[in-house]
């Protein structure tokens, strides 16, 4: 022993040591490096010489190109997981048939026509043609001054609730007094118009003006049954008006035709078929008639 540490036995076999192992002589490596370059140079991929080792089988690398080939099939499932199934009730909302732009265009508009369709329908201002309708246009405008708008009375007599029809039974002796006027009567010395009982002449000292001349026949026999049958509240359908609003202020009525066309006239009344069972009218101031 020299105590200098170089007195291990440079003899014999020499102990191997891990790194003896991985040492690679530089001789080697360059031969490496010489048949890699001869068979496709360093930067060849590994498996460059896999499609021409693959025609012979049984060689180690038929399973690693197959392996390399299957490898993107199990990349494939990574992803977003799928989704979820629709339930049976949106599949069907998602399938259902949508409304066309123009239908929903057309549909839009569809309350504005139910509200014109539903105005169209309503009835719109009740117009009474006929002897009443034309009537109660003349009263409006020529008697509702002297005798109110409801034919309450004024400056003239009160002809609602049944007074009119109290003064004259029969309608022939108010169409005399409305065309001549109730001054006429004065002149011509007569006591009262219509129904003699009742006296009526002079009401306040006033008389009521002559509408014949100034208002046709037609006109006059009009406002008289306004003034019996809407104003006066006669009924048409009871047995006591029916037959007379039947021939003088019905919408049919023969007399008021035959006026209008000037085939009757309150002179000649009686003598026309239109006439039977009428008195006569006359023009100029006559006695009048009672409830008999
Ligand atoms: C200027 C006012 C005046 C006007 C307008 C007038 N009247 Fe008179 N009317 C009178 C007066 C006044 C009397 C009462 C006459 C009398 O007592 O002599 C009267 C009486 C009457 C009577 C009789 C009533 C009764 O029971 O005694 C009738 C019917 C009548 N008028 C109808 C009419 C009609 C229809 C018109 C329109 C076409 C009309 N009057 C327009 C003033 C008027």
Known sequence: MRGDGTDFPRSGPRR????????????????????????????????ASAPAAADAPGTAVAPAAAAKAAAPAKVAPVGPP?????????VAYKKRKKIPVWAMMTL?????????????LTPGPVVV?????????????????????????GVGRPLNNGAVLKTFPH????????????????????????????????????????????LTEAEILAVVCDERYNIGGADPASPAYSAEYATWCAEDSPIYAGLQDGSITFDN???????????????KPRAGTGAS
């Open 269 to 283: 009344i009686t003598t026309t078929p239109a006439g039977k069972g009428v008195l006569p009218i006359g023009t």
């Open 129 to 153: 043609h006929g002897p009443l309708g034309d009537g109660a246009k003349v009263f409006a405008g020529v008697c509702a001054t002297c005798h109110g708008a409801d034919g309450s009375g």
């Open 171 to 214: 309608i022939e002796d108010q169409l005399n007094l409305v065309y001549t006027g109730s001054q006429a009567y004065a002149i011509a010395g007569l006591k009262a118009y219509g129904d003699p009982a009742l006296g009526h002449l002079g009401f306040n000292n006033a008389y009521m003006p002559a509408q014949g001349g100034a």
């Open 82 to 90: 799928p989704a979820k199934p629709d339930p049976p009730s949106v």
């Open 16 to 47: 191997l040591s891990c790194d003896d192992v991985t040492e690679i002589p530089e001789h080697l490596l360059k031969r490496s490096r010489e048949r890699r370059a001869s068979l496709g140079g360093d930067d060849a991929p590994a498996d």
């Open 108 to 120: 839009s508009i569809l309350p504005l026509w139910g509200f014109m369709y539903v105005r169209a």
